[in-house]
């Protein structure tokens, strides 16, 4: 019988475990306290990766942001993941799968959010809401 393929996966040591981990319970909170609210919210991350790791501790595969937002109750509305690497952003996407609400751009992260995420992102405003301003 054959062993199964070595997952080919970024390794990753304890403090970035440590970072997704409060990661993913930071954007549960988040989305739950939004949600409470009514408020519209997406996940952006422009440095998305494959959306899993290899542990060097354990040799483990481990699960990356992206999937760990996805995975998140109650969910966010929509997901904006931006990566440079075509490679990793095909293997997020055969990671996640495709769907509706959620957004993957392959390039320069600072001219996608700008050009892509940002517009589509701008809070909806409800009726009567005036913006303040701060005069000098």
């Excluded at 304890?14 to 930071?26: A, C, G, N, V």
């Excluded at 989305?31 to 998305?48: G, M, N, P, Q, V």
């Excluded at 799968?97 to 992102?121: M, S």
Aim: hydrophobic share 35%.
């Amino acid at each position: 019988m054959n062993a199964p393929p070595k997952y080919e996966g970024d390794t990753i040591g304890s403090w970035t475990e440590d970072k997704l981990e409060i990661l993913r319970k930071y954007a549960a909170a988040y989305s739950t306290i939004l949600t409470k609210h009514r408020l519209r919210h997406s996940y952006i991350d422009a440095f998305a990766g494959k959306g899993e790791h290899v542990s060097k501790k354990t040799g483990e595969v481990v699960k990356g942001s992206p999937v760990n937002a996805i995975n998140v109750e109650p969910p966010f509305v929509e997901y904006f993941f931006i990566d440079n690497d075509l490679a990793k952003a095909e293997a997020l996407e055969r990671t996640i799968g495709t769907r509706e609400n959620v957004h993957l751009y392959i390039g320069d992260a600072n001219k996608i959010l700008v050009d892509k995420v940002f517009p589509k992102v701008r809070p909806l405003r409800k009726p009567g809401f005036r913006p303040t301003q701060c005069a000098g």
